[in-house]
């Protein structure tokens, strides 16, 4: 029996074909464990990405490597490497502009290189519908993606050289000047101490006479009593007052630490597929996706089952500073009550300077 699994998303859809598992299971979701035929295809492109599972599994892995490459910003060449040897599907990935990606693909069923211009949008689209794919246990449960962290070795400086080099330059000629400044010092004068006037040699005090009992010594007097006087109060500086703003970001972050530490975590996968497309879909809805800043901002979301936003914290400077341009303080739901119980997952929600909102899961996929 044939089974169809469509993955669609507003600029990308994603269709898999295949073979039932098990012929006799009577389940209304059936297991579908092999691949007749894989289709992708993206709006305002009338060409469409077709082939088999080889096909499938080199597209998930090229493009889940080149969106790491985008959300971390170190460069990684893995994505742009030839196929494996006996390999008959090529998929590349290369960005033309900051907001335009070019996808190439050669396939036995598309000898001739297929290329496909996407924006950004686009892109995380595609990223969107594989990651449904791969969160759905009930298609290829054994597709699995092989990343890794990047290598060192791709990590760059990028600060220019001459703004490394003249700090050094500028310490050097500093400690040059203070050496030649102590050069020119005269050394200082010996200093001699004073030595004390001879005073009258005090006599012997009187030895008693033998039987006689020892006369106490006698009590030094007790010092002058000294009343201590209390130091008057230093004034408040204004910096030692925490600003409302402040005081409301410390209680988030108490508040969704509390949450993490005692909160029953959702488990369930595609429970927490759903809730993460509730997540991205009121993002969206609720930003006006025209950002002024420059730099990603990423934070740390709880979501409840319903899809309420309990609770957030910031893993950026910039998620910190422009947090007044989304909408995640409107959007989070305000109780009286504990809600540190209430059984939630956790996503990473990135806000890129390009108008995008990325949500996954804060630990991963789940095995």
């Known amino acids: 029996m044939t089974i169809q699994r469509e993955y669609t998303l507003p600029n990308c859809k994603l269709l898999v074909e295949g073979l039932m598992g098990d012929p006799s299971e009577t389940t209304s979701r059936p297991l579908l464990s092999t691949v007749t035929n894989v289709e992708c295809r993206f709006?305002?492109?009338?060409?469409?990405?077709?082939?088999?599972?080889?096909?499938?599994e080199e597209l998930a892995q090229v493009v889940?490597?080149?969106?790491?490459?985008?959300?971390?910003?170190?460069?990684?060449?893995?994505?742009?490497?030839?196929?494996?040897?006996?390999?008959?599907?090529?998929?590349?990935?290369?960005?033309?502009?900051?907001?335009?990606?070019?996808?190439?693909?050669?396939?036995?069923?598309?000898?001739?290189?297929?290329?496909?211009?996407?924006?950004t949008v686009e892109l995380f689209d595609l990223v969107e519908a594989i990651d449904q794919l791969l969160f759905d246990t009930q298609t290829l449960p054994d597709l699995a993606l092989s990343l890794s962290p990047v290598?060192?070795?791709?990590?760059?400086?990028?600060?220019?050289?001459?703004?490394r080099v003249v700090p050094a330059a500028v310490g050097l000629a500093g400690l040059a000047v203070a050496a030649?400044?102590?050069?020119?010092?005269?050394?200082?004068?010996?200093?001699?101490?004073?030595?004390?006037?001879?005073?009258?040699?005090?006599?012997?005090?009187?030895?008693?006479?033998?039987?006689?009992?020892?006369?106490?010594?006698?009590?030094?007097?007790?010092?002058?009593?000294?009343?201590?006087?209390a130091p008057p109060e230093a004034e408040a500086s204004p910096a030692a007052e925490a600003s409302p703003e402040t005081a409301t970001d410390a209680a988030e972050v108490e508040s969704l630490d509390a949450a993490i530490a005692n909160g029953s975590v959702i488990t369930d996968?595609?429970?927490?597929?759903?809730i993460q497309q509730q997540l991205r879909t009121q993002?969206?809805?609720?930003?006006?996706?025209?950002?002024?800043?420059?730099?990603?901002?990423?934070?740390?979301?709880?979501?409840?089952?319903?899809?309420?936003?309990?609770?957030?914290?910031?893993?950026?400077?910039?998620?910190?500073?422009?947090?007044?341009?989304?909408?995640?303080?409107?959007?989070?739901?305000?109780s009286t009550n504990d809600l540190s119980q209430e059984a939630s997952a956790e996503f990473r929600v990135v806000f890129t300077a390009g108008g995008v909102v990325q949500v996954s899961p804060w630990y991963g996929r789940p095995q």
Do not use: C
Not at 156 to 162: D, H, S, V
Not at 198 to 215: D, L, N, Y
Not at 222 to 228: D, G, K, L, M, Q
């Open 43 to 56: 709006v305002g492109h009338d060409a469409a990405l077709i082939g088999g599972r080889s096909l499938l």
């Open 64 to 119: 889940s490597q080149y969106a790491q490459e985008i959300l971390s910003g170190v460069p990684h060449p893995s994505h742009l490497k030839a196929p494996a040897a006996g390999s008959q599907e090529s998929v590349r990935l290369e960005r033309l502009k900051p907001d335009v990606h070019q996808l190439t693909v050669v396939t036995p069923e598309q000898p001739e290189a297929m290329q496909v211009k996407l924006g």
């Open 151 to 163: 290598s060192r070795q791709y990590v760059q400086n990028q600060e220019p050289l001459a703004k």
């Open 180 to 229: 030649i400044a102590l050069f020119f010092l005269p050394l200082p004068a010996p200093r001699v101490e004073p030595t004390p006037e001879p005073t009258a040699q005090e006599s012997p005090a009187p030895t008693p006479p033998p039987g006689a009992s020892p006369e106490p010594a006698a009590t030094p007097a007790a010092p002058p009593e000294v009343t201590p006087v």
């Open 269 to 274: 996968l595609d429970q927490l597929a759903q």
């Open 283 to 334: 993002l969206d809805d609720a930003w006006d996706n025209s950002p002024d800043f420059s730099e990603d901002l990423v934070y740390q979301v709880r979501v409840a089952q319903n899809g309420d936003i309990l609770g957030f914290r910031y893993t950026n400077d910039a998620a910190v500073e422009n947090l007044d341009q989304v909408p995640l303080r409107d959007l989070q739901y305000n």
